[in-house]
């Protein structure tokens, strides 16, 4: 992982004041018997704080917290409620806590027992139901009736002394600074500082657990082109790293970076070469050409069932003629990359500036959940239309990114394959991107929902690239 740049907490953007979201703090100390709340008796509320809207949360309401009540604290979860709110919002709660048992009450506010309180003692009776959720679901935690390890009081305690077991033979020892970046039960991503270099804890679940394995084989496979596992913690689906001394690739100020990472791409992609089986057997997604080949006609077929559940136009609607001709172009696309002879290797369908860490010298990737073997084209496709969407990019930059790419391909395809091969690529990225996710596969469920508009866009979007490549095509043979 990298070394974090200067993230903005809620007090730190007063001046921007951007939108805010507005949470209500159920804050527990001594392993969650005991709530700090405004006023010892009722009617009583719960501390409320704002941060900023669409940025990471934990490290947010944690900044907040600490800085409003001078108290150090950490996210457990958020309560899934039923209730709203009279503009027919949920009201947004968060679970946290703090790690100092004799943690001061700030002015004017208590810790009181959780069990001392009521449906009567809150001013707002939302609360009261967002505590007796709160505390059902740590029940569940904690004996494992629910998968949440980072759901329970205490779990960070647990987690530092692990890191610190696994990391005294390489001489590191936690300075008791941590910044944690995710909330969930279930997820997490936090920094331990240590007396020199920092480490990183990250852990996955569901829709994401096969990134666990998928980093662990990357890391033995191609050391150097992703952070560096120091130790696992199984049960937890969650790795111990070494932290990379840089920034993503959004925050390098250096346009060379951005022929750095598509060097180190193509590196890695040689690399790859001959670990396809490894590569399937740590989970990552089967994007080989004829797997591809298998899903054209089932998508097609399953968005054609969107389009017409579309109703308000635009944008427009592809018919059922012209999806069949779109689905026996990119056939005749995936056709094309099989007769050229195009090896698979490792794969990114993830592969923005956000997930790419560079230094002077040197680029890793990260967030590997939605890896795959398969064209590998296809992943410089996507850093190639990242590219276009900055205000840096322009003709001569570009030339020289697919240069810096393209290079690494000499020695196993000729530079007209490799040519062929990238025409091709814009309309496949799109149809592996969509294919990848397994939504698709059931329409019926959509209705007019954000995942049913953004399949039929992506479909839109393959339509247009192809037409695109259709009429270069026109034009070269004329």
């Not at 392993?31 to 009583?44: F, I, K, T």
């Not at 001394?245 to 970076?257: H, K, Q, R």
Request: with cysteine; hydrophobic share 40%; glycine share 6%.
């Amino acid at each position: 992982m990298r070394a974090p740049t200067a993230e903005r907490s809620s007090a730190a953007v007063g001046a921007s004041r951007a939108p805010q979201d507005l949470y209500r703090i159920l804050l527990l100390r001594k392993n969650g018997s005991e709530l700090l709340v405004a006023g010892e008796h009722r009617p009583s509320a719960l501390p409320c704080v704002e941060i900023p809207r669409w940025e990471r949360t934990g490290i947010n309401l944690n900044a907040v917290v600490r800085e409003r009540y001078g108290i150090s604290p950490v996210c457990l979860f958020t309560p899934d409620l039923s209730v709203t709110t009279d503009d027919g919002e949920p009201p947004l709660y968060q679970v946290m806590e703090t790690r100092e048992a004799n943690a001061r009450a700030p002015e004017g506010m208590y810790w009181l027992p959780v069990d001392a309180f009521s449906d009567q003692f809150f001013a707002n009776a939302q609360d009261f139901r967002a505590l007796t959720d709160t505390l059902r679901k740590i029940h569940e935690f904690e004996n494992e009736e629910t998968r949440g390890p980072f759901g329970k009081p205490g779990w960070i305690d647990e987690l530092s002394s692990w890191i610190q077991h696994e990391v005294d033979p390489y001489g590191l020892r936690l300075t008791g600074e941590f910044r944690q970046l995710n909330a969930s039960p279930t997820f997490a991503l936090l920094r331990f500082a240590t007396n020199e270099s920092a480490v990183w804890f990250k852990a996955v679940g569901e829709p994401n657990l096969r990134e666990f394995p998928i980093s662990l084989t990357l890391s033995r496979l191609f050391p150097g082109f992703v952070p560096g596992i120091l130790a696992t913690r199984r049960a937890w689906h969650g790795w111990l790293m070494t932290e990379f001394v840089g920034s993503t690739l959004d925050e390098v100020a250096d346009a060379c970076a951005w022929e750095r990472v598509a060097q180190t791409l193509g590196e890695l992609q040689i690399a790859s070469l001959g670990t396809t089986e490894r590569l399937l057997d740590a989970s990552c997604r089967d994007l080989r050409i004829s797997s591809l080949r298998s899903l054209v006609d089932p998508f097609m077929e399953m968005m054609s069932q969107l389009m017409e559940q579309q109703r308000t136009t635009p944008p427009p609607v592809l018919d059922r003629g012209e999806l069949r001709t779109l689905g026996r172009q990119i056939q005749e696309a995936l056709s094309k990359l099989a007769e050229l002879g195009i090896p698979d290797t490792l794969g990114h369908l993830d592969f923005n500036p956000g997930n790419i860490l560079c230094s002077a010298h040197r680029c890793v990737f990260i967030d590997w959940a939605e890896a795959y073997v398969g064209p590998p084209f296809l992943t410089f496709d996507y850093l190639r239309t990242h590219l276009g969407r900055t205000e840096r990019e322009d003709a001569g930059l570009s030339a020289n990114v697919v240069t810096a790419y393209e290079t690494h391909w000499r020695p196993v395809l000729s530079p007209d394959v490799v040519a062929e091969a990238m025409k091709v690529a814009s309309v496949l990225a799109v149809f592996a991107y969509a294919t990848a996710t397994e939504g698709w596969r059931k329409p019926a469920s959509f209705g007019e929902s954000r995942a049913a508009g953004y399949l039929r866009s992506l479909t839109r979007r393959m339509h247009r690239e192809m037409r695109r490549l259709q009429d270069r095509r026109r034009l070269c043979i004329h």
